[in-house]
């Protein structure tokens, strides 16, 4: 190269020119940007300093070296040997490009000239590339939004819900864990739904051996205490944003030493504060941009609508199921169980006129089943009038619940008897006692052969030896023992 004026090599300008402007990702325009000045100025190395200390290089030919994480060895020391110029963005510094040249001559006025237009014509693709990237981000967070969306309108139980919150916020963030927190009663929140990426969302190498559980479980559980700053700006509803979660002094949880960049983004709709949606990156990571904390947030709305929704919808169909039992309840109360009733009176006066012994042991036999069936019917109304979801909380509800999970185990369905007061006078500890016998019986007749026929009888108004009211618990099973079918009936009684 010399020092003289020379006519600009248009064609190369223009293939260049037009080169850099074809790419709509950043990073290929970026790569593109550092070796077209290389070849447009034949240029021995190119440097392309953006921020964050992202590097970009090409060789001398154009041959591409990459992205590096410092220009250290290759950055041009000054002098006639080498060149930069800014790129600039809407006037805004966007980076630098450094050249060295490939001949003891240096670069010439031709050359200067050839990448200052190089250069602004990179800041226009920059800027396209930019706006092409945020349009993008834009359309995955929509699509991810609509997505969490329609997986919660389907009827998912709310613990699968929050970490399908989690996780999906988690992919569009490209963080390396997707938490949500939800107040305790305490006044901090506690993580309840967790989900991390392939690395173990951070956990150190030796802890890595099943990472994406490993991690999960060492977030669940983990608590922010009251009196937190970031607790405080979350509970008022405000976002928090965190540039580096290890040293900032606002984070106070045994698990921050992990993490670097983070966004803690409320959970709110209508005024309702569900929880909080917490986005870590790794340490070293890049920090959130503006855009990125924007659509993030913009998520955090829609998804915290979504779950009140779902909830509402999980509520009405809750409220279905309990109208649809009521209903059953009153219909087995007002028609099957009057009729039964009705018939039985019948059978009874047909007793007592009766004047054969054969016949009077029938009608009685009669008369039995049907007072059995009525009691197997009201037992049947209770449990129609329980909530299926929730636990029981009256003895007579427990002994139902632990029949109804061994009928799967026995193979059939064990009729339940209740006689007195048992709801009001079977309380802790006999009740505890008597559940956990009812176990063992119903576990030992699992274990019998060919049992056709289960029968459990609480009776709580029976007196005791010893002249105090007690409580005694009856199962009977007819399944055989030593190959033979004798039936087995075992009893336990308690004091009340």
């Known amino acids: 190269m010399t020092d003289d004026v020379t006519t600009p090599p248009l064609p190369l300008l223009l293939d260049a020119v037009l080169g850099v402007g074809t790419e709509l990702e950043l990073h290929a325009t970026l790569q593109h940007i550092v070796t077209s000045a290389v070849r447009l100025t034949g240029a021995r190395w190119g440097v392309l300093e953006v921020g964050a200390g992202e590097v970009f290089t090409a060789g001398g030919g ?48 031709s050359d200067r000239g050839l990448l200052r237009i190089l250069a602004g014509q990179a800041g226009i693709a920059v800027g396209n590339a930019r706006l092409y990237e945020t349009a993008r981000q834009r359309e995955r967070w929509i699509e991810g939004a609509a997505a969490v969306t329609t997986a919660l309108l389907t009827g998912e139980a709310a613990a699968d819900a929050l970490m399908t919150v989690a996780q999906q916020a988690r992919l569009l963030a490209g963080a390396a864990a997707g938490v949500v927190l939800q107040p305790t009663p305490a006044g901090g929140m506690t993580i309840v739904a967790a989900a991390t990426d392939a690395a173990g969302g951070g956990l150190p190498p030796e802890r890595r051996r099943h990472p994406a559980a490993a991690a999960q479980n060492d977030l669940i559980g983990t608590t922010i205490e009251p009196g937190s700053a970031v607790l405080e700006q979350l509970l008022g509803g405000e976002p928090v944003f965190i540039e580096d979660s290890a040293t900032d002094p606002r984070m106070t949880t045994h698990v921050r030493s992990r993490f670097g960049p983070s966004m803690m983004l409320p959970l709110q709709a209508g005024g309702r504060l569900i929880g909080t949606l917490a986005l870590p990156r790794r340490r070293g990571d890049h920090p959130y941009t503006a855009v990125e904390r924007l659509l993030a947030t913009q998520f955090a709305s829609q998804a915290a609508l979504a779950l009140v929704l779902a909830d509402a919808q999980q509520s009405r169909q809750r409220l279905a199921v309990f109208e649809d039992r009521d209903r059953i309840a009153r219909d087995l109360h007002d028609l099957v169980v009057q009729r039964l009733f009705a018939t039985g009176m019948m059978l009874e006066s047909t007793r007592r006129r009766a004047g054969s012994a054969p016949v009077g042991t029938a009608l009685d036999q009669a008369v039995d089943e049907l007072e059995s069936t009525i009691q197997e019917v009201r037992t049947a109304i209770f449990a129609l009038q329980q909530p299926p979801a929730d636990a029981p909380t009256t003895f007579r509800g427990k002994v139902l619940k632990e029949t109804a999970g061994a009928a799967a185990v026995l193979g059939v369905q064990p009729s339940v008897h209740f006689s007195g007061a048992v709801d009001t006078r079977v309380a802790d500890p006999a009740a505890g006692r008597l559940l956990r016998a009812l176990r063992r019986a119903l576990a030992a007749a699992s274990r019998r052969l060919a049992v056709t026929r289960v029968d459990v009888a609480v009776d709580a108004g029976v007196g005791l030896p010893d002249g105090r009211s007690g409580v005694r618990l009856t199962v009977y099973d007819d399944g055989e023992t030593d190959g033979v079918s004798a039936g087995t009936t075992v009893t336990w009684q308690a004091p009340l």
């Open 62 to 109: 154009g041959d591409s070296a990459g992205v590096g994480g410092s220009a250290g060895a290759v950055h041009p020391t000054g002098g006639a040997g080498s060149l930069s110029v800014p790129i600039l963005v809407r006037d805004e510094e966007f980076g630098t490009l450094h050249l060295t040249a490939g001949s003891a001559g240096g670069f010439s006025d």
